[in-house]
């Protein structure tokens, strides 16, 4: 089940976050701290071993950008938050 938490802008407005973890000691992301996060964990999904193991390749990028595209395509109630995780993902 997920349940809502807040997430903050970059503008300080807060935005509500799904998270469908059952910790309620969840550290609430800004869109760059998650933007971050998804590429890292997309890196693991995409290492290989002629890859700097300290930097994420292109397809760690490019798999976080699908992701966030996936997120914003079915419509979900935090449009403003993703959209922003977008634009910090294409910064990095």
């Known amino acids: 089940m997920l349940r809502s938490s807040v ?3 970059g503008s300080g407005q807060r ?3 799904l998270d469908g973890s059952k ?3 969840r550290k609430v992301m ?3 701290e ?3 996060e998804l590429v890292h964990t997309m890196f693991g999904w995409t290492f290989d071993d002629r890859d700097d193991p ?3 390749n292109l397809a760690a990028y490019k ?3 699908i992701a966030v595209d996936e997120i914003l395509t079915i419509g979900c109630i935090e449009v403003p938050y993703w959209t922003e995780v977008k634009q910090e ?3 990095l």
């Open 63 to 65: 798999c976080a950008l």
């Open 54 to 56: 300290n930097t994420p």
């Open 23 to 25: 910790s309620r000691n």
């Open 34 to 36: 998650k933007a971050i």
């Open 7 to 9: 997430g903050l802008h």
């Open 30 to 32: 800004t869109a760059k």
């Open 15 to 17: 935005t509500p976050v």
């Open 89 to 91: 993902i294409e910064k």
